[in-house]
């Protein structure tokens, strides 16, 4: 997988840090509800203005999936959890078996099926799969023996 973690440490929640995506900084701040055993982002730009507020850690969901405003990142912040069986994001599997993840894989590359015999297959198009990068269509074999006029029969008529 392409995808690069965002970690910070759950024993100083809340926890306030900067990341760049997108190439613009943000400032990230993730908060505890011991109530709740739930994990919540919030997401504010360069100047400290809020972007969200607040939002719960949903294991396998993507965040900010119901929000379309021009100054989010453009990445796909997602929540993966490595083990394939938690159901929620808390405080005992957060940054253990589940993870804010920069998702960066190509469209349809986790689609079943997308690949032939392992090979990265990122735009999912089957077509040119099983061709090797270094076959030519050229053909095989010496090709001289058209080179010579002779080689041909020009019948006069």
């Known amino acids: 997988m392409y995808r690069r973690t965002i970690r910070f440490n759950k024993l100083q929640l809340p926890e306030t840090f900067n990341i760049t995506l997108s190439g613009q900084n943000y400032y990230v701040t993730i ?3 011991e109530v709740n055993d ?5 997401l504010e730009d360069e100047d400290y203005e809020a972007l969200i507020t607040n939002e719960k850690l949903v294991a396998g969901e993507r965040l900010f999936a119901g929000v379309v405003d021009m100054n989010l990142p453009r990445e796909d912040l997602v929540l ?3 083990t394939g069986q938690a159901t929620c994001v808390n405080f005992a599997n957060v940054n253990r078996d589940i993870f804010i ?7 349809g590359e986790l689609t079943p099926g997308n ?3 392992g090979i990265f297959n990122p735009d999912g198009d089957d077509a040119n799969m099983g061709q090797d990068a270094d076959e030519s ?12 006029d002779d080689d041909l029969d020009w019948g006069e008529g």
Do not use: K, Q
């Open 31 to 33: 908060s505890y509800n």
């Open 80 to 82: 993966i959890d490595e």
């Open 38 to 42: 739930r994990l919540y982002l919030t």
């Open 115 to 117: 690949t032939d015999e």
């Open 101 to 107: 993840a920069i998702d960066e894989t190509f469209p």
């Open 137 to 148: 269509d050229e053909p095989e074999g010496d090709d001289d023996e058209l080179d010579n």
